[in-house]
């Protein structure tokens, strides 16, 4: 007869409605940070449903079985010290919620973090994995960090949208050659290699703008000249590109300007 007074008690009825609004606040929240994420772990949808569990169970005996303040003093107590004693498993775990609620970064982006640079290759809850980088070039090694350093230290990221980054590319002359002529063909080079997903990154980015409200960046291909001293001088290029083709196209714009520049030059000396 006590439980189904219990039950009849308009307080403990909105209590239990407001909980059960909280949960389902939270539980909306977390998916829609899930759906803006690239990388969607498969156990994710299960930890939701069980800390959503969790927290119904703990609201539904302090709202309705009403433990004496010992009790409830006792609950908070193991609380506090199961916090402290998963201390470095909670902040790996906030590392990771905060990087997908924040998109610091996704699979496949080049980023540095603690000053180490990489290609991310995995995300899990508690670390993650990403192909270890050494000046541009790949090293074969693979780098695992807890994801507590998202929380710890800043992130750069080289990628733009998840899949195109910006690549620079340093031709170096000497003062005497015809470094207009240099200029022209390089970033006529670019165009043409670039001409086949540059209008791709260009769709992506207007379609983040619309998302974001981000202002828009130019992304078509430039070419800067800079003076390092009397006798020489250099031709500093940026242009985007794939990721994953970062280096090749690189070297097929690098091989391709040489052949056209120098075999003209060439032919006009002789």
């Not at 940070?33 to 005996?61: C, D, E, T």
């Not at 620079?168 to 050659?177: A, G, I």
């Not at 006798?231 to 097929?252: G, S």
């Amino acid at each position: 007869m006590h439980i189904i007074f219990k039950l009849l008690t308009t307080k403990e009825i909105i209590y239990t409605l407001l909980l059960l609004a909280g949960i389902f606040i939270g539980q909306t929240s977390l998916r829609l940070a899930l759906k803006r994420a690239r990388n969607k772990h498969p156990a994710f949808k299960s930890l939701i449903s069980s800390l959503s569990w969790a927290a119904f169970g703990i609201g539904f005996v302090l709202i309705w079985l009403q433990p004496n303040p010992t009790v409830i003093l006792s609950l908070f107590a193991f609380l506090a010290a199961l916090t402290i004693s998963s201390k470095e498993w909670l902040m790996n775990l906030s590392g990771y919620f905060l990087r997908l609620y924040k998109m610091h970064f996704g699979l496949q982006d080049r980023i540095e973090v603690n000053g180490i640079q990489g290609i991310v290759a995995e995300i899990g809850f508690l670390t993650t994995t990403m192909q270890e980088l050494n000046q541009g070039h790949l090293t074969g090694k693979t780098i695992t960090f807890p994801n507590r350093w998202i929380l710890d230290y800043a992130i750069k990221n080289e990628s733009i949208f998840g899949t195109f980054t910006f690549e620079k590319l340093c031709v170096q002359l000497s003062v005497d050659e015809d470094w207009e002529k240099a200029k022209e063909h390089l970033i006529s080079i670019i165009k043409e290699k670039s001409e086949s997903f540059l209008e791709q990154a260009k769709r992506m980015q207007r379609e983040e703008q619309k998302e974001t409200g981000h202002e828009l960046i130019n992304l078509d291909p430039k070419v800067w000249i800079d003076l390092k001293s009397r006798n020489e001088m250099m031709l500093l290029a940026r242009f985007i590109v794939p990721v994953h083709l970062r280096e090749l196209h690189k070297q097929t714009i690098l091989e391709s300007f040489l052949q056209a520049f120098y075999a003209k030059r060439a032919m006009s000396l002789t």
